[in-house]
């Protein structure tokens, strides 16, 4: 296990914290909760590496969340930001940078027409619920166990990501009165799909999906599970809204449903759509979008929406993966460390498998393929935390649970993903 003895900075920095903010963190993604331990404070990033307090440096493979695609520290988002501080910070009223960033998200992203800029995933989801509910006059939504999309009150009902991780995937502080209009099924069950459509199909405004899994490890959804999707929310006159927070413009340039072929009604995004500021977006047909106010009657709004600071990192990191697309490379590189990490299976004999899809990846301790919440639970996951402090204790910074995805960045090298998969071979021969 870690000895916190070299970290003494970063301990010394959770002991304060944990007297200023419940838990010591400002999200409990961040807490090593299920890992045990402490976390450590980072300095510094730069390209595909954190520097944390006391000096030791980390091969990043959580590139905060997801946004940091590009690497740390990107030069051209830098100087964008540089370029626009010097400015001001917040306006308040409209700027040509929105339109910039509203632009590209629009060009990408093939389902987008109109769009609406906010600050987090959770208000782009958040906002899209009440949008689906405000166009259809209808309350119930539909979600999948182990789907994560923020911390929206009726949505942390089954939630992956920190809440399935830390045991609370039913906040208390939820009301009955917020949840009731939650239906909540297993993904990939289109079985289940259809049954629950059979029943409630009139009162359901919305299915809310991931359209490739990251919040309860990688899950890839099955192409019938897809196509129910579509099909059952056409025929029942409910809208289809892709939760496209960590996948947009991580699996291609236009996302999942460029990646997969969903034609879904409603888009949110987050994460890399702000490079590394906080942006969030839901977006869809003109026609949908002209529910929110003003040009409609669905409320919603935000102080510091479409800030410039924000908007120009935003706009900089997706002009860079339009024009110098890095698809391929991650790719290459993520598919290097999937053969790496299934080799090292193989040849320490530990009971585990690997799933990817592009450059996002997870190793399940699990004898079975992980679809859904009910397998992704057989998961053993004190062998993750074994298997995390061993990766840890060689400079690996992976997530601190068996329920996020991993993510590799443009700037990892082969030779980092060589190095990764040697010491994971190293770590897995010693559970
Ligand atoms: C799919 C998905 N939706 C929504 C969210 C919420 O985004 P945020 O943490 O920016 O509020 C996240 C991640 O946190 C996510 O992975
Ligand atoms: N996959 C889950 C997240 O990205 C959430 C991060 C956080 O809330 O800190």
């Not at 916190?4 to 200023?20: T, Y």
């Not at 996948?247 to 879904?264: D, V, W």
């Not at 860079?320 to 290459?332: F, I, Q, S, V």
């Not at 690997?354 to 996951?381: K, N, Y």
């Amino acid at each position: 296990m870690s000895s916190v003895a070299d970290r003494p900075l970063s301990s010394q920095a959770f002991e304060r914290a944990k007297q200023l903010m419940p838990g010591g963190v400002n999200s409990p993604a961040r807490a090593f909760g299920a890992v045990g331990g402490e976390p450590i404070f980072i300095e510094q990033a730069e390209g595909a590496y954190l520097i944390d307090v006391d000096g030791n440096r980390y091969l990043d493979y959580i590139g905060s969340w997801g946004p940091m695609i590009l690497g740390h520290a990107y030069p051209p988002v830098i100087e964008a930001l540089q370029h626009s501080i010097a400015r001001g910070t917040s306006y308040g009223a409209p700027t040509p940078g929105e339109n910039e960033l509203a632009e590209l998200i629009i060009e990408l992203v093939p389902s987008v027409d109109k769009v609406r800029l906010v600050n987090s995933g959770t208000e782009a989801t958040m906002s899209a619920i009440r949008l689906a509910r405000g166009a259809t006059g209808r309350d119930k939504i539909l979600k999948f166990a182990g789907n994560y999309h923020g911390h929206v009150d009726s949505l942390l009902v089954a939630a992956g990501s920190a809440a399935a991780t830390l045991a609370v995937p039913n906040s208390p502080g939820v009301t009955s009165g917020a949840s009731t209009d939650t239906i909540v099924l297993e993904y990939n069950d289109a079985e289940a799909l259809a049954a629950a459509f059979a029943q409630h199909g009139s009162e359901i405004a919305g299915v809310i999906f991931e359209p490739v899994c990251g919040n309860m490890g990688v899950v890839i959804p099955t192409t019938e599970f897809l196509t129910a999707l579509r099909s059952l929310t056409r025929e029942h006159g409910a809208l289809l809204i892709c939760d496209e927070v960590m996948t947009g413009f991580r699996l291609s340039p236009g996302g999942a449903q460029q990646l997969l072929g969903i034609e879904p009604d409603i888009t949110t995004l987050g994460k890399i759509v702000g490079g590394g500021l906080p942006v969030g977006a839901y977006g869809g047909s003109a026609e949908i979008m002209g529910h929110i106010l003003p040009e409609g009657k669905v409320f919603q709004a935000g102080t510091l929406s479409g800030n410039p600071l924000a908007t120009a990192a935003g706009s900089t990191t997706l002009r860079t993966l339009r024009d110098n697309p890095p698809y391929e490379r991650l790719e290459a590189l993520t598919a290097q460390l999937e053969a790496g990490l299934n080799e090292a299976i193989q040849s320490t004999g530990v009971t585990a498998n690997v799933a990817r899809i592009g450059s996002m990846i997870t190793l399940f301790f699990s004898e079975q393929p992980i679809t859904d919440w009910s397998t992704a639970a057989t998961c053993d996951i004190k062998r993750f935390a074994q298997y995390f402090w061993g990766m840890m204790d060689r400079g690996f910074y992976l997530p601190c649970s068996q329920y996020e995805a991993m993510f590799v960045s443009a700037a990892h090298t082969p030779e980092e993903i060589d190095a990764t998969i040697t010491a994971a071979r190293e770590v897995l021969a010693t559970l």
